[in-house]
């Protein structure tokens, strides 16, 4: 069973930055699908960042030139720095890692932005 362990979140005043972790139990070094989605209160789970198969990243149009999206295989640690918070970027962030065509996802932390 693989785990993803999300750590980093927070409280931050706007326009403040945070880092966001997610350890997996397994090697990364092989996968290339894997990302950060956010779900805020009353509102459906949203793409953030994310590597795809081909090796590109994404980014959602609201994080573009704010978040980061990096990753360290040799600590099987995937990463999301965050610049310039705002209060809508308030929301539960998770992780998500895709070995064999199966997505595991993680438990998800708490990023708070207060204006």
């Known amino acids: 069973q693989v785990q993803l362990v999300e750590s980093g979140g927070g409280l931050v005043q706007a326009g403040g930055s945070l880092r966001l972790s997610c350890a997996a139990s397994?090697?990364?070094?092989?996968?290339?699908?894997m990302g950060w989605y956010r779900q805020a209160p009353g509102k459906q789970r949203e793409l953030v960042a994310a590597?795809?198969?081909?090796?590109?990243?994404n980014y959602a149009d609201s994080v573009k030139g704010r978040f980061t999206i990096s990753r360290d295989n040799a600590k099987n640690t995937m990463y999301l720095q965050m610049n310039s918070l705002k209060p809508e970027d308030t929301a539960v962030y998770y992780c998500t890692m895709q070995w064999y065509g199966l997505g595991h996802w993680g438990q998800g932390t708490q990023v708070t932005v207060s204006s």
């Open positions: 397994r090697s990364i070094s092989s996968i290339n699908v």
């Open positions: 590597f795809s198969s081909g090796g590109t990243t």
